[in-house]
């Protein structure tokens, strides 16, 4: 099976594979970001929009949010879920994303990135879809080893869909074009942080 049919088959389940402490540590993690009012966020792997409230939230009224996601199924659920003025979604892969050059403040992904079938140009992707000076954020509500244990043990199509260890995340980032890159990795929460040079 491929990834695009495994998250399809999950889409009208997934939201009941998510606790309330997840959703909480996500909360603590999006009010962390700093997100401006009235910037445009795209949110990349949106899944069934688990982050769009939080984002919604962030940005407020003036601002924007963009879900993209390559699998029907879960972008069906997100938008039964959510509607909103400045809310938009498209189904589109992150290594061809479906956007202008320059038209993002902020792009965030959150337990997607191991998922993308190419790390680098999904990389170069966001950093072209992304102002000068803009922001992305490769976050999960687990550390990588957890992560990356979880999909081994789940095994199938998500078997092979690890977090990169420290210096290769840095090298992806580094090499598409951002600078200013930090990453934690602890119990319960990874975050890298990079900026468009
Ligand atoms: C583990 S889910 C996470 C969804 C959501 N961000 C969340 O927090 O619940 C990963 C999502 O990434 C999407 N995805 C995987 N590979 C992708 C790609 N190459 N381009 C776009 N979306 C992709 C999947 O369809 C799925 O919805």
Same mark, same amino acid.
């Given at each position: 099976?491929?990834?695009?049919?495994?998250?399809?088959?999950?889409?009208?389940?997934?939201?009941?594979?998510?606790?309330?402490?997840?959703?909480?540590?996500?909360?603590?993690?999006?009010?962390?970001?700093?997100?401006?009012?009235?910037?445009? #966020? +795209?949110?990349? !792997?949106?899944?069934?929009? *688990?982050?769009? @409230?939080?984002?919604? /939230?962030?940005?407020?009224?003036?601002? $924007?949010?963009?879900?993209?996601?390559?699998?029907?199924?879960?972008?069906?659920?997100?938008?039964?879920?959510?509607?909103?003025?400045?809310?938009?979604?498209?189904?589109?892969?992150?290594?061809?994303?479906?956007?202008?050059?320059?038209?993002?403040?902020?792009?965030?992904?959150?337990?997607?990135?191991?998922?993308?079938?190419?790390?680098?140009?999904?990389?170069?992707?966001?950093?072209? #879809? +992304?102002?000068? !000076?803009?922001?992305?954020? *490769?976050?999960? @509500?687990?550390?990588? /080893?957890?992560?990356?244990?979880?999909? $081994?043990?789940?095994?199938?199509?998500?078997?092979?869909?690890?977090?990169?260890?420290?210096?290769?995340?840095?090298?992806?980032?580094?090499?598409?074009?951002?600078?200013?890159?930090?990453?934690?990795?602890?119990?319960?929460?990874?975050?890298?942080?990079?900026?468009?040079?």
């Amino acid at each position: 099976m491929n990834k695009k049919t495994y998250f399809d088959e999950k889409a009208a389940k997934w939201d009941t594979l998510i606790q309330d402490e997840v959703i909480i540590r996500l909360q603590d993690m999006v009010k962390e970001l700093v997100l401006s009012p009235g910037c445009k #966020v +795209l949110d990349l !792997g949106t899944g069934t929009g *688990v982050l769009i @409230p939080m984002l919604i /939230e962030a940005v407020g009224p003036s601002g $924007v949010v963009v879900g993209i996601d390559f699998a029907p199924q879960m972008l069906a659920e997100a938008q039964k879920k959510y509607q909103w003025p400045n809310l938009e979604f498209l189904e589109g892969v992150a290594e061809d994303i479906p956007m202008a050059d320059q038209s993002v403040d902020e792009v965030v992904c959150n337990s997607a990135f191991p998922h993308f079938d190419d790390f680098s140009l999904a990389a170069q992707e966001m950093a072209r #879809v +992304l102002k000068r !000076g803009g922001r992305v954020f *490769v976050i999960h @509500p687990h550390s990588r /080893e957890y992560i990356n244990e979880l999909h $081994v043990s789940l095994g199938g199509a998500v078997r092979n869909c690890l977090i990169p260890e420290e210096a290769a995340m840095r090298a992806i980032f580094y090499e598409a074009g951002f600078e200013s890159i930090t990453l934690e990795d602890v119990a319960g929460r990874y975050h890298l942080s990079a900026r468009k040079a």
